[in-house]
């Protein structure tokens, strides 16, 4: 059994701590696990995806373009820009608030992101769509956003180990202080996406 899965977005958005916490989650789980990360700009805002490899046995810390079983896009010219990756069974879940790119030439097309969602939208008919932003903005703070979308992938019931692992490793991860914050925003988003696939 293999399982891959990219998570895109640019840096501030905690890209990396939920491909950690994935990866951790799988291991608990007995999942042999290979991650990467792939950053560009070196300023906030930049393109950040984390590659997360997980099955019986791993070769390779990224993933191979087509063969992505998930993506979890935190910004949505990320998701897109990430799409090669996915396999054609692949399912998306994407975070519908936009960031604008911190370098736009000037005089360079306008970022428009409801182009983007409306595009993902037409050609992946299962995908998940939410601001995850503004969720976990209601419930604390925006910068849970990233483990707002990872209680999304478990209410699309998309990941390959129990909710249960994941749980535990939320507790033990995130430092005191943040724990209430961010398990309300897991939560929230968590029973947001089962309320939609359930209609």
């Known amino acids: 059994m293999k399982y891959n899965i990219l998570i895109a977005g640019v840096g501030g958005q905690g890209v990396v701590l939920s491909s950690r916490m994935l990866a951790l989650a799988a291991m608990k789980a007995g999942f042999h696990v290979s991650t990467a990360e792939t950053i560009g700009m070196s300023q906030r805002e930049g393109s950040v995806s984390s590659h997360i490899r997980l099955g019986d046995k791993v070769s390779g810390s990224l993933i191979p373009i087509g063969q992505a079983d998930l993506l979890l896009g935190l910004e949505p010219a990320e998701t897109v820009r990430n799409l090669p990756f996915l396999s054609k ?53 925006y910068r849970a956003a990233n483990v707002a979308i990872l209680g999304a992938a478990v209410g699309a019931r998309v990941l390959p180990f129990p909710e249960s692992t994941l749980r535990a490793v939320l507790d033990a991860e995130i430092p005191m202080k943040y724990r209430a914050v961010n398990k309300a925003a897991f939560e929230r988003a968590m029973k947001c996406i089962r309320l939609i696939s359930s209609t």
Not at 103 to 123: H, K, V
Not at 128 to 136: I, K, P, V
Request: one cysteine or more; glycine letters at 8%; hydrophobic letters at 35%.
């Open 89 to 141: 069974s692949g399912k998306v879940l994407v975070n519908t608030h936009a960031i604008p790119p911190a370098s736009r030439m000037p005089g360079g097309p306008e970022y428009d992101p409801a182009a983007l969602l409306s595009f993902l939208c037409e050609y992946y008919p299962d995908i998940y769509c939410s601001d995850f932003t503004e969720l976990a903005e209601d419930v604390g703070t």
